[in-house]
């Protein structure tokens, strides 16, 4: 009989200590996320579509499983688990929560399982933070709005100053004033940053800024007029569901994955719907970094992305092997306990 595969420690690893790894690397996480947009547009990943677990009576609130595979130098295999609860907002907590496995390449044993709401946030700034530098046409710009101003709207502009962003103007705007408030006294107070304008429309903002941040919970479209671009700035289009077909159909667009993209009624999605094709999509992120697409200079600029779960396992996997490096996990002595098909003997665990 075979000797028994040796099976990995399993690790926990905090939201404080994701923290602590990622701070002051933001610019290797940007290199790393697009590591892995590369390895995916190489067909190296494999990232089956998103499941989503819905409520009939929580309508606003979901649960999404994003299962993935990336290879690379340190393949890995896993599961993002994230609940979006925008109701929790007015209770004070943040709108998502989210676990992150990391299994193993060889036996599939789950090896790790990270606090990963801080993991999601960080791929989602660092892919726009890619985005903003790739699409940009010229100079980077310098007048950022943001429309939503919840976590992820923090994360993108820390991850844009802390890449070598500066801005001569900052705006914000949210259906709530008090949040819109809140994230205007934040950004003004940031160390050499310029004052940041509380706007009472998106269309002032839109007007306002060269580089526009979407990052709402909005679940339709609630922006309709291109006219409100006709300055052609960059749009990054986080939240996915804020703009309408007109305004995509004015514009060119970028996407991280076509076939991700185009479903759930995200505004890409609602243009497939409405023309019948995809002929608006101008190509995917990777086709950029890949010198593939040109970027026209008379219209705006639209970057949709979907949320990859690679990006996750490649960032869960980077902060994993920085602690075991160090020497920081935490593991679960005996989490496997069934390791002898017949339960003759206690089977090996080792870290890997």
């Not at 998103?50 to 595979?69: E, M, T, V, W």
């Not at 890449?163 to 809140?182: M, P």
């Not at 979407?214 to 006709?230: D, K, N, R, Y």
């Not at 076939?259 to 950029?288: M, W, Y």
């Amino acid at each position: 009989m075979s000797p028994s595969p040796l099976v990995p420690a399993f690790a926990v690893i905090t939201g404080a200590q994701v923290a602590e790894v990622l701070a002051g690397r933001e610019g290797q996480v940007v290199d790393l996320v697009e590591e892995v947009y590369r390895l995916h547009g190489q067909g190296d990943s494999v990232n089956p579509p998103s499941y989503f677990l819905r409520f009939p009576d929580r309508p606003s609130s979901r649960i999404i499983a994003l299962p993935a595979s990336v290879g690379g130098a340190r393949p890995t295999d896993g599961l993002k688990w994230i609940s979006s609860f925008p109701e929790n907002v007015a209770a004070g907590i943040p709108r998502a929560s989210a676990v992150l496995i990391l299994n193993d390449h060889d036996t599939g044993y789950p090896f790790a399982c990270l606090e990963s709401s801080i993991i999601s946030a960080s791929r989602t700034a660092a892919s726009a933070t890619l985005a903003a530098d790739r699409l940009s046409r010229g100079e980077r710009a310098r007048r950022v709005g943001f429309i939503g101003t919840g976590l992820i709207a923090r994360y993108i502009h820390h991850f844009l100053e802390s890449t070598g962003w500066t801005f001569d103007q900052l705006g914000v705007h949210d259906l709530s004033a008090e949040h819109a408030g809140s994230f205007a006294d934040y950004l003004s107070g940031r160390s050499g940053e310029a004052k940041a304008t509380v706007h009472d429309s998106a269309e002032s903002l839109i007007r306002d800024s060269d580089l526009v941040v979407l990052a709402t919970v909005a679940g339709t479209p609630h922006i309709h007029e291109p006219a409100w671009f006709s300055h052609n700035p960059l749009v990054l289009n986080v939240s996915l569901r804020d703009l309408a077909p007109e305004v995509l159909l004015a514009s060119a667009n970028i996407v991280d994955d076509v076939e991700h993209c185009l479903k759930a009624d995200t505004s890409p999605h609602l243009v497939e719907q409405r023309t019948g094709n995809r002929d608006f999509i101008d190509g995917t992120l990777f086709d950029v970094l890949e010198g593939r697409v040109e970027l026209p200079a008379d219209k705006p600029v639209v970057f949709s992305p979907f949320g990859l779960g690679v990006l996750d396992l490649g960032l869960g996997r980077f902060v994993h092997d920085t602690l075991a490096a160090d020497g920081r996990l935490a593991t679960v002595d005996g989490f496997f306990h069934e390791l002898d098909r017949y339960g003759r003997e206690a089977g090996k665990q080792v870290a890997r």
